[in-house]
C-alpha cells in the first residue's frame, strides 16, 4: 500500500493550520458587517451614538442578506421658538399700510399682536385695516373692537396677524379708563394638533389705569 499520497496530504493540512493560526486578527473598522449567526464570528458593529432624542436604534441584522450595522441616530435639530412682534400702527396716522407691511415683513415674525386698527373710520379712509394688512404680508388676519362709533359703522381696536391658521378667539373686557379696553386671545395651530395662545393687549395710558386694568 502506498502511503506517499495520505502523508503529502496530512502534512500540508497541518502546515496550512500552522500557517493560519500565525495571521494576527483582522482590525475592527465601522461600517463591517455584522456576524452570520451560522459562520465564525465577524467584528462586532459599533455602538451607536448616544442621542436621548432619538428612539432606540434598530438591532443589527445578520449578514447572510450583506446588510451593514444600523447607521448612527443623528438628533433632530432643535424646536424654533415662535417669533412675536407687537406694533401699534396708530390706525395709519403717520405711514401708509403698505409701509406698515413692509415693517413687519422685514422682521419675519410668525404672530404680530396690532394696536389702535380701524374698521371701516372715515379717519383712515374707510379701510378695513387688519384684513388688508393680512393681505399685504400673505398672513391670516383677525379683529376685534374696543370701540364702537355709534354714528357710524366703524370701529378701533386690536388684531392678529399669523403666519399659522387662527381657529378660534375670545374678547376680555378690561375694566374702562378714559376709553374700553379689550384683551384678545386667539388659538392659532402650529400643526395638526398642536396649538398655541395668544393674547394681545393694550393698556391705559397711566399707571393706575393699567395697575387696575391687570
Known sequence: MNLRPALSLLLAASLA???EASLPEPPQSEGLACADAG???A???????ECPACPDPPACAPADAGEECPA????PAPERALRALTFNIRHAADATLGALANVIKAEAPDIVGLQEVDYYLERSGNVYQSYR???LTGMASLFRASKLYPDS??????????RFPIISSD??????????????????????GRMATVAVT????????RRVQT
Open 43 to 49: 467584528p462586532e458593529c459599533p455602538e451607536p451614538l
Open 171 to 192: 374678547k376680555v373686557m378690561l375694566t374702562s379708563g378714559t376709553e374700553p379696553r379689550i384683551l384678545l386671545i386667539v388659538d392659532v395651530e402650529l400643526e395638526p
Open 202 to 209: 393694550h393698556l391705559g395710558l397711566t399707571s393706575e389705569e
Open 133 to 135: 394688512l393680512g393681505q
Open 39 to 41: 459562520s465564525n464570528p
Open 17 to 19: 493550520a500552522c500557517f
Open 153 to 162: 359703522e366703524g370701529q378701533y381696536g386690536l388684531a392678529v396677524l399669523s
Open 72 to 75: 448612527p441616530c443623528e438628533c
